[in-house]
């Protein structure tokens, strides 16, 4: 299921109406009629406001996970917001070589974030990081 019948369903296992949801999100009708029917696709803040309107993951929402339990709160959200922001302003000066390298260090976090979450584990990667900066005497 993708984003647009994802949130048409929600919408109707609330049971409520395009107006009533555009009013929550502060959108208008038609823009929620465009996301539903997969014309437009909502920005991360608008994206953030339905996960916690519907009390779920925007993994679930984007059709990553068919769970849709353990919500994302709002503040979660402008964490990630910001990240994002704080990102694009601290590279836009990189070199390609650079953007390249921060390109696959960050697929290799999501890498590692899909197989810790695979496995069912958590463990804490700050620990060995630690252990390994410390100097030796």
């Given at each position: 299921?993708?984003?647009?019948?994802r949130l048409a369903t929600l919408r109707?296992?609330?049971?409520i109406?395009?107006?009533?949801?555009?009013?929550?999100l502060k959108?208008?009708?038609?823009?929620?009629?465009?996301?539903?029917?997969?014309?437009h696709q909502p920005d991360l803040d608008t994206l953030c406001r339905f996960a916690e309107y519907y009390d779920v993951t925007i993994d679930y929402l984007l059709g990553r996970t068919a769970h849709s339990a353990s919500p994302l709160?709002?503040?979660?959200?402008?964490?990630?917001?910001?990240?994002?922001?704080?990102?694009?302003?601290e590279t836009a000066n990189l070199s390609p070589e650079s953007l390249h390298t921060?390109?696959?260090?960050?697929?290799?976090?999501?890498?590692?974030?899909?197989?810790?979450k695979s496995a069912n584990t958590a463990p804490c990667i700050a620990q060995?990081?630690?252990q390994t900066q410390q100097p030796t005497e």
């Open positions: 299921m993708n984003l647009s019948e109707q296992i609330k049971d109406g395009q107006k009533v949801l555009a009013s929550h959108v208008s009708i038609g823009t929620i009629s465009n996301y539903e029917n997969g014309v709160n709002y503040q979660e959200c402008n964490i990630y917001m910001e990240l994002r922001e704080r990102i694009f302003l921060l390109e696959w260090i960050t697929r290799l976090l999501a890498d590692y974030e899909i197989t810790v060995p990081l630690a």
